[in-house]
């Protein structure tokens, strides 16, 4: 069965850049499925950023796009985050996970375990 | 955006009874275009209906779901002490696709 791990700093600083990445296991990222960025602030709800397909095209919320930018490797079977110019607002949980549906009209399942990242000097 | 509101916010019940959460969107979700995700505290959120009514593998017959429009409903008919637990509705009909802000179903 598929299963996602996020990785990546846990403690990012203000206006630098987040990164994280995303290994999939269990299942080939060129399946034919898209794969999305989903993040939580600590105690509130969710947030969608964006998903990718394995082509590398990509859907993203428009209130991050400036932002943000999702890219896939197959050849590593695992697709990536970057997230610009963050501040405190950015900390969150973020998860990974696949997608069903197309483009950003998807829903999720499964997700990985999330990983949190910091924003803070 | 469609924004989509969940309520209650709190649900106190005990096991054994039933639950009924609401999710309201703000503008039609189209093709009921809907999912449901259960979140337990330090966990990932879980899918447990799509399309509005049809349960992901392996979620029992317990959970269903209805609805369609702007009005969706999650009904857990019978309460496990597993399920105590956020409840999360999102829609993916319209871009960008959105999450409601949850309901928690708590142990009275």
């Known amino acids: 069965q598929v299963q996602l791990q996020e990785s990546g700093p846990g403690l990012v600083k203000p206006s630098e850049t987040l990164s994280l990445t995303c290994a999939v296991s269990?299942?080939?990222?060129?399946?034919?499925?898209?794969w999305g960025w989903i993040r939580q602030p600590p105690g509130k709800g969710l947030e969608w950023i964006g998903n990718i397909y394995h082509s590398g095209s990509t859907d993203y919320n428009p209130s991050l796009k400036s932002r943000v930018t999702i890219s896939v490797d197959t050849s590593k079977n695992h697709f990536s985050l970057k997230l610009s110019s963050v501040t405190a607002a950015d900390t969150a949980v973020y998860y990974c996970a696949r997608a069903y549906g197309s483009g950003s009209y998807c829903w999720f399942d499964p997700w990985g375990q999330g990983t949190l990242v910091t924003v803070s000097s | 955006e469609i924004v989509l509101t969940q309520s209650p916010g709190t649900l106190s019940l005990s096991p054994g009874e039933g639950a009924t959460l609401s999710c309201r969107a703000s503008q039609s979700v189209s093709s009921s275009y809907l999912a449901w995700y259960q979140q337990k505290p330090g966990q990932a959120p879980r899918l447990l209906i799509y399309g509005a009514s049809s349960r992901a593998t392996g979620i029992p017959d317990s959970f269903s779901g209805s609805g369609s429009g702007t009005d969706f409903t999650l009904t857990i008919s019978r309460l496990e002490p597993e399920d105590f637990a956020v409840y999360y509705c999102?829609?993916?009909?319209?871009?960008?696709?959105?999450f409601g802000g949850g309901t928690k179903v708590e142990i009275k």
């Open positions: 269990g299942d080939s990222i060129s399946s034919g499925y898209y």
């Open positions: 999102q829609q993916y009909g319209s871009s960008p696709l959105t």
